[in-house]
């Protein structure tokens, strides 16, 4: 069973920086691109940042230039460093795993972790 487990949310002011981290256990880390997508109340759910199996990235236009999606296969961890921050960040944001096998998508989710910007 695939657990993703997030932590490094909080509160921080206005122009801070903080970084999520995102360990994954119970299967092979290497075989799955993984996500940050955050969400606030009444909204969808949007995509942050994502990383590929061979670390290609995108990211939203809305944290271009301010967050860095990386993985650490060694660690099977994947991190979102934010800087900048601004209280338009302030969401839950989730860790994803998505991996295709024979057209089967396999998709997974961790339990979020609360940032909020706010002075």
């Known amino acids: 069973q695939v657990q993703l487990v997030e932590s490094g949310g909080g509160l921080v002011q206005p122009g801070g920086s903080l970084r999520l981290s995102c360990a994954m256990s119970?299967?092979?880390?290497?075989?799955?691109?993984m996500g940050w997508y955050r969400q606030t109340p009444g909204k969808q759910r949007e995509l942050v940042a994502r990383?590929?199996?061979?670390?290609?990235?995108n990211y939203a236009d809305s944290v271009k230039g301010r967050f860095t999606i990386s993985r650490d296969n060694a660690k099977n961890t994947v991190y979102l460093q934010m800087n900048s921050l601004k209280p338009e960040d302030t969401a839950v944001y989730y860790c994803?795993?998505?991996?295709?096998?024979?057209?089967?998508?396999?998709?997974?989710w961790g339990q979020g972790t609360q940032v909020t910007v706010a002075s």
């Open positions: 990383v590929t199996l061979s670390g290609g990235t």
């Open positions: 119970g299967s092979i880390f290497t075989g799955y691109a």
């Open positions: 994803n795993a998505v991996r295709t096998i024979m057209s089967t998508v396999y998709n997974y």
